[in-house]
């Protein structure tokens, strides 16, 4: 496999990582604490690729 360039790993280091590990049997604190990190990750993903998408006309 071939190495990630500098601007790859820099856009990946933007992306947070998840610390609650809870699922869906877990209580619903555990488990809404995880989904709103989810969530936090998604979006911050969506505006990365909206900053560095081509734009449209």
């Not at 990582?17 to 555990?30: I, S, V």
């Amino acid at each position: 496999m071939a190495e990630w360039d500098d601007n790859t790993k820099a856009q990946v280091k933007k992306i947070p990582l998840l610390t609650e590990n809870a699922g869906p049997r877990d209580p619903k604190e555990k488990w809404d604490a995880r989904l709103k990190q989810l969530l936090g990750g998604v979006y911050i993903v969506n505006s990365i690729n909206r900053i560095n998408s081509p734009k449209r006309l």
